[in-house]
């Protein structure tokens, strides 16, 4: 989908971070942006400052663990913008920074509803109405470049197991869709600038239980361990990611990748499936 200009877009979790950044840029290309957030207030802040430079936008309030909510939606983005050509199903959470023992099923449970279900239950609601605009329409989900990689310096197991199952279903739904004109990208940054443990908290269900408070520190030092090499942190600002995913769309990129210098991680990862593949020959 090469021409962004005067589609409509709809990016959940777009009240802050990275789908700030992407609904500013999407905005910023001409395109008619929903912005939606489970709180909807943030929603409407970025809705007005894509409003502000001139650009067309519009809040809605989404739970995207909620089908109802989901709907609702769907048919309120067709009332008033006509239909979608994009979605950027970007809505995610971070649960808890630890080791896995730590993680309790409720983590578990929330980090799934959001960041896997979710997205499955946001293209669900979305998927008619890009049918009727393909081929001009395409499907962006977000993942984590711990989508690619684990790293026990980075104790964050159930997200990243979350972001596998992202990257997964998004490969599977390029294939599926390729047919019918719509295409799929899934977003695997490195470490942006947001806040995300204070929304994931804030908006934690109470059946999901008490977010813990985040062991920043022990990750930032190196959770593998006092012997073992601090992971390597690049930051980026959310407005920088913006950008990168409307280059990507245009060229219909599969991985939307925003820091370059991970890959000797990623890389690293599949030199040890090379050598699994390799003794599983017998060679």
Same mark, same amino acid.
């Given at each position: 989908?090469?021409?962004?200009?005067g589609r409509v877009a709809v990016v959940t979790g777009g009240g802050s971070g990275i789908g700030r950044g992407?609904?500013?840029? +999407?905005?910023?290309?001409?395109?008619?942006?929903a912005v939606a957030d489970v709180r909807r207030a943030s929603a409407e802040a970025v809705a007005a400052e =894509?409003?502000?430079?001139?650009?067309?936008?519009?809040?809605?309030? @989404?739970?995207?663990?909620?089908?109802?909510? +989901?709907?609702?939606?769907?048919?309120?983005?067709?009332?008033?913008?006509?239909?979608?050509?994009?979605?950027?199903?970007?809505?995610?959470?971070?649960?808890? =920074?630890?080791?896995?023992?730590?993680?309790?099923?409720?983590?578990?449970?929330?980090?799934?509803?959001?960041?896997?279900?979710?997205?499955?239950?946001?293209?669900?609601?979305?998927?008619?109405?890009? *049918?009727?605009?393909?081929?001009?329409?395409?499907?962006?989900?977000?993942?984590?470049?711990?989508?690619?990689?684990?790293?026990? *310096?980075?104790?964050?197991?159930?997200? =990243?197991?979350?972001?596998?199952?992202?990257?997964?279903?998004?490969?599977? +739904?390029?294939?599926?869709?390729?047919?019918?004109?719509?295409?799929?990208?899934?977003?695997?940054?490195?470490?942006?600038?947001?806040?995300?443990?204070?929304?994931?908290?804030?908006?934690?269900?109470?059946?999901?239980?008490?977010?813990?408070?985040?062991? @920043?520190?022990?990750?930032?030092?190196?959770?593998?361990?006092?012997?073992?090499?601090? @992971?390597? $942190?690049?930051?980026?600002?959310?407005?920088?990611?913006?950008?990168?995913?409307?280059?990507? =769309?245009?060229?219909? *990129?599969?991985?939307?990748?925003?820091?370059?210098?991970?890959?000797?991680? $990623?890389?690293?990862?599949?030199?040890?499936? *090379?050598?699994?593949?390799?003794?599983?020959?017998?060679?």
């Open positions: 989908m090469d021409d962004l200009n992407i609904a500013l840029a +999407l905005g910023a290309e001409g395109m008619t942006v =894509i409003e502000s430079a001139g650009r067309r936008a519009f809040a809605i309030g @989404l739970d995207v663990t909620s089908v109802e909510s +989901l709907a609702a939606a769907a048919k309120e983005v067709a009332a008033r913008a006509g239909g979608v050509n994009l979605l950027c199903a970007n809505a995610g959470v971070l649960a808890r =920074i630890g080791p896995l023992v730590d993680h309790t099923v409720e983590d578990w449970e929330y980090t799934l509803a959001v960041n896997v279900m979710g997205i499955v239950k946001t293209v669900g609601a979305f998927l008619p109405a890009l *049918r009727e605009r393909a081929p001009e329409a395409h499907i962006l989900t977000t993942a984590s470049l711990g989508g690619l990689v684990s790293d026990v *310096r980075a104790p964050l197991g159930a997200y =990243i197991a979350s972001k596998y199952a992202c990257v997964g279903y998004s490969e599977m +739904l390029r294939a599926e869709l390729a047919g019918e004109g719509i295409g799929v990208s899934v977003l695997c940054p490195g470490v942006v600038e947001s806040n995300l443990m204070a929304t994931s908290a804030e908006n934690r269900h109470d059946e999901f239980g008490a977010q813990p408070a985040p062991q @920043l520190a022990a990750w930032a030092g190196g959770a593998g361990g006092a012997s073992a090499p601090p @992971l390597p $942190v690049w930051t980026m600002a959310a407005e920088d990611v913006g950008p990168i995913v409307v280059r990507a =769309i245009r060229s219909n *990129r599969f991985h939307v990748l925003t820091h370059p210098r991970a890959w000797p991680l $990623v890389e690293d990862r599949f030199r040890a499936m *090379r050598a699994d593949f390799e003794f599983a020959s017998g060679d």
